[in-house]
């Protein structure tokens, strides 16, 4: 077993794994601040049948916290952060505040998180722990409307001295976060990881899926993909039923909406990081949150791998793809690889009635009764 603060690639190989270890200069820490800011940029890419980005090792625990410590360290850049008097306030689904919250804590700007009430008790505890102060607000206010998590950032910004709004809704730093790090780490794993007697491998990056919710982490990986590597590759967004965010604007019809239960991906704006350019994003998948929870307990029993809702989204959306014209094309391939991104690890979500359910309401298995008769003898 390798400690997961290692940048490793995985590869699964017959039931188990080896490890291979990039050099430790690959963890980066900022360097340009007093304080370093120890966010872990790498996370490893892990070989499922297709390929998994696994977010959750970096230190925040999601992909949010690229774009945290890129959005802070800019806006110093430019002059607009000041220790002891800047308070940073930002509207969350809740990841981005908690790397927002670690690089703040560091550097000691104050931090206020607004976080629609459907976001997780951990998300919450995790904030409130690195300082960050944090007000609910209701899931289903619009965006535009003065209670929503946008709406209420931003009356807080106009009356509290030194509130600073960094905006990952609008933020370029947002999708360049991605277009830098995660999209260029995603293609050096493929092209680095050689093929092996079980699986042929093309050498590039040939399928990406993700979920979108700012749509920075879809759209900067997409460019870091389609620029630099593979112009041909095929992007694949994935929605919940009940979001706008899909396009054509048809799509978003089914279940138009509907609250849906998985946190960080969908919304009822289009925010302005997320290109919709089908030059960018090829094409889009909606997703329910049964298809979710079901592909989140697909990769935890057979992969081992602990993550979040979103994740389940990801894979979900990637299956389905995989059976529509084109993705089964694709799956005919030899060699093609499919990268799926996981967003977050279920550490952010452990009280959620979804998961305790998916945990602790499974069937006996055959082993179970098998105890049960062992105990009850001896
Ligand atoms: N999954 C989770 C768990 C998230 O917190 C986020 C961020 N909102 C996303 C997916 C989507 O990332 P992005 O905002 O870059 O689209």
Redesign the pocket.
């Known amino acids: 077993w390798v400690p997961s603060t290692h940048p490793v690639v995985f590869r699964w190989l017959t039931g188990f794994a080896f490890a291979e270890i990039l050099p430790p200069s690959s963890v980066v820490y900022a360097g340009s601040c007093d304080k370093r800011v120890p966010l872990q940029r790498r996370t490893p890419v892990v070989d499922l049948h297709d390929l998994g980005k696994v977010e959750y090792t970096s230190a925040g625990g999601?992909?949010?916290d690229r774009?945290a410590k890129r959005m802070v360290e800019e806006a110093e850049r430019e002059g607009k952060l000041t220790p002891g008097y800047s308070v940073v306030i930002e509207p969350?689904?809740?990841?981005?505040g908690i790397g927002l919250a670690m690089a703040c804590a560091i550097k000691g700007y104050s931090v206020i998180i607004t976080l629609p009430n459907k976001m997780s008790l951990e998300k919450e505890a995790a904030l409130r722990a690195l300082g960050a102060e944090v007000v609910r607000t209701p899931t289903e206010a619009a965006f535009d409307s003065p209670e929503s998590h946008i709406g209420v950032a931003n009356r807080l910004q106009r009356e509290i001295p030194g509130g600073i709004i960094l905006d990952?809704y609008r933020n370029v730093n947002?999708?360049l976060a991605?277009e830098y790090t995660t999209g260029p780490e995603i293609v050096e794993a493929v092209v680095a990881t050689p093929p092996t007697g079980e699986r042929s491998s093309s050498g590039k990056v040939d399928v990406f899926v993700?979920?979108?919710?700012?749509?920075?982490?879809?759209?900067?990986i997409s460019r870091a993909i389609k620029k630099k590597h593979n112009k041909d590759c095929i992007v694949v967004g994935v929605d919940p039923k009940g979001s706008i965010l899909a396009f054509p604007d048809t799509l978003n019809e089914d279940g138009s909406g509907e609250q849906y239960v998985v946190?960080?991906?969908g919304y009822d704006f289009v925010?302005d990081?997320?290109s919709r350019d089908p030059a960018d994003v090829d094409q889009w998948i909606k997703t329910s949150d049964d298809e979710a929870f079901a592909a989140v307990r697909q990769l935890m029993r057979h992969e081992g791998l602990l993550v979040?809702?979103?994740?389940g989204?990801?894979l979900s959306g990637a299956l389905r793809w995989l059976h529509s014209d084109k993705g089964r094309a694709i799956a005919q391939t030899e060699g093609a690889n499919v990268v799926v991104l996981l967003?977050?690890g279920i550490r952010?979500y452990m009280s959620k009635p979804w998961f305790l359910k998916m945990a602790l309401e499974a069937e006996p298995t055959p082993l179970a009764h098998r105890i049960a008769e062992v105990l009850k003898t001896s």
């Open positions: 999601s992909v949010k774009i969350t689904s809740g990841n981005t990952q947002n999708p991605h993700t979920g979108a919710g700012t749509g920075g982490t879809i759209t900067g946190e960080g991906i925010p990081v997320l979040g809702g979103s994740s989204s990801a967003p977050d952010n």
